[in-house]
């Protein structure tokens, strides 16, 4: 690859070494025995969330709620200003993600295994999307997540999601690593 196939990404709000990640921008979520700084932390880890806007707004009951900020550059459609279907598809992934850790005792890295969005409807123009998530069943291998996108109330919703997570245990990790 040439260094001109991404010239189009140097943009600096999105380009972040590893050699630079601090606190503001985590080198990974995985450690650490505060569940809500984890969080908090997950949605500062990936570049792609960091570049949306992407913010967790609330925790409680074991649901995660989050906001996706209405920008320009988010819209799929320049005819109608609508959301792309991608920035909802990025948000409720990685909010599920944050439900299945919340829901853990001992909170691990997850990675998805399958995720299912139904589109209700498009996201209206200039209004932040909201979401939330919740872990509903969690086993020893795989969390179970549900979630829904809206704007101004659940009732009226933009998608839904259905999502499984790989669930990483800790000790599971090292016995691995020490067998490399």
């Not at 819209?75 to 909802?88: K, N, R």
């Not at 209700?120 to 291998?141: F, Q, S, T």
């Not at 101004?152 to 000790?171: G, K, L, R």
Request: charged fraction near 25%; hydrophobic fraction near 40%; proline fraction near 6%.
């Amino acid at each position: 690859m040439t260094d001109r196939q991404f010239s189009w990404f140097r943009d600096p709000s999105i380009m972040i070494a590893n050699s630079q990640m601090s606190q503001d921008h985590p080198a990974h979520y995985g450690e650490g025995d505060d569940v809500v700084e984890r969080i908090r932390t997950m949605m500062r880890f990936t570049p792609h969330g960091r570049a949306l806007g992407l913010e967790v707004v609330g925790m409680d009951n074991g649901k995660v709620r989050g906001r996706a900020p209405y920008k320009p550059e988010m819209v799929g459609d320049p005819e109608t200003g609508v959301i792309a279907g991608g920035v909802i598809t990025t948000f409720l992934d990685q909010l599920c993600g944050m439900a299945a850790v919340l829901a853990m005792r001992e909170p691990s890295v997850v990675a998805t295994i399958d995720l299912r969005i139904d589109y209700m409807r498009p996201a209206e123009p200039g209004n932040d999307v909201l979401a939330e998530a919740l872990c509903y069943k969690i086993g020893r291998n795989v969390a179970f997540v549900r979630a829904v996108a809206f704007e101004q109330s659940d009732e009226n919703p933009i998608a839904h999601a259905t999502a499984t997570f790989a669930v990483n245990a800790p000790a599971r990790r090292r016995a691995s690593a020490a067998h490399e």
